[in-house]
């Protein structure tokens, strides 16, 4: 099972709200990343989770705040967003080549978030 | 960091015809390659790989080949068909240290295979 979740598919907030993306797997991965993909280009990474800890943030506004709460799940917590933060949100997960895993990252099928 | 080049960013081909991307990357401490294909509406699909310490790779109908020496790697679809139709992207991948690898994308391929 190659398989990562992402929830919820699709989400609309304006730009007062709060809300949460939710990412799991199950495949023992012990590192977990999240990106932002806009219309017609590439992802392009936001955190990286490597053993439950925050081991990198690529200079991302604080309106975004990760989660690691256990080895499975990563949040992305969301607060006073732009309309330019509108994307895709993908989360991916890949195990450590020391623990027997290989640099393969998975992707899940993203969150499709509209700020309005 | 590092940087990776994509070219075409569209290409166009018969079905039954070959499809080449080609992609360049910067860092020569890059050790993975990784190519994704992506459906409208969906995540990136891991379809192919290649480690620096192999120059070719070959599953089915796709195959890569990499170039350490000039920093190149290239997908190869052959006898394409209509549902080979996506965006491809190419990446590189660096050892962030910590068990995670840090992927850079290069900025993608709109392949259409015309039935």
């Known amino acids: 099972d190659t398989e990562v979740t992402q929830t919820p598919k699709h989400l609309v907030m304006g730009m007062t709200n709060k809300k949460s993306l939710k990412c799991e797997q199950h495949?023992?991965?012990?590192?977990m990343y999240w990106y932002k993909q806009k219309a017609k280009k590439p992802p392009e990474l936001m955190f990286v989770?490597?053993?439950?800890?925050?081991?990198i943030n690529e200079s991302v506004p604080s309106r975004f705040s990760p989660e690691c709460p256990n080895s499975s799940l990563l949040n992305l917590h969301l607060h006073a967003l732009q309309p330019e933060d509108s994307a895709l949100y993908l989360c991916?997960?890949?195990?450590?080549?020391?623990?027997?895993?290989?640099?393969?990252?998975?992707f899940g099928p993203g969150t499709r978030l509209t700020v309005t | 960091g590092e940087n990776v080049e994509q070219h075409p960013s569209t290409l166009s081909v018969q079905e039954g015809d070959s499809a080449v991307i080609k992609c360049t990357y910067s860092?020569?401490?890059?050790?993975?390659f990784p190519w994704y294909k992506q459906e409208l509406g969906k995540g990136p699909q891991l379809i192919i790989d290649i480690r620096s310490n192999v120059g070719e790779k070959k599953d089915q109908r796709i195959a890569v080949t990499l170039n350490k020496t000039a920093k190149h790697f290239s997908l190869h679809i052959t006898e394409t068909q209509p549902e080979d139709s996506a965006v491809y992207f190419c990446?590189?991948?660096?050892?962030?240290?910590?068990?995670?690898?840090?992927?850079?994308f290069g900025k993608g391929t709109k392949l259409s295979v015309i039935p």
């Open positions: 990446a590189a991948t660096l050892d962030s240290g910590a068990g995670s690898y840090q992927l850079t």
């Open positions: 495949m023992g991965h012990r590192a």
């Open positions: 989770y490597s053993y439950e800890k925050l081991s």
């Open positions: 860092d020569s401490a890059s050790n993975y």
């Open positions: 991916a997960s890949s195990q450590d080549i020391g623990q027997g895993g290989s640099y393969e990252q998975y």
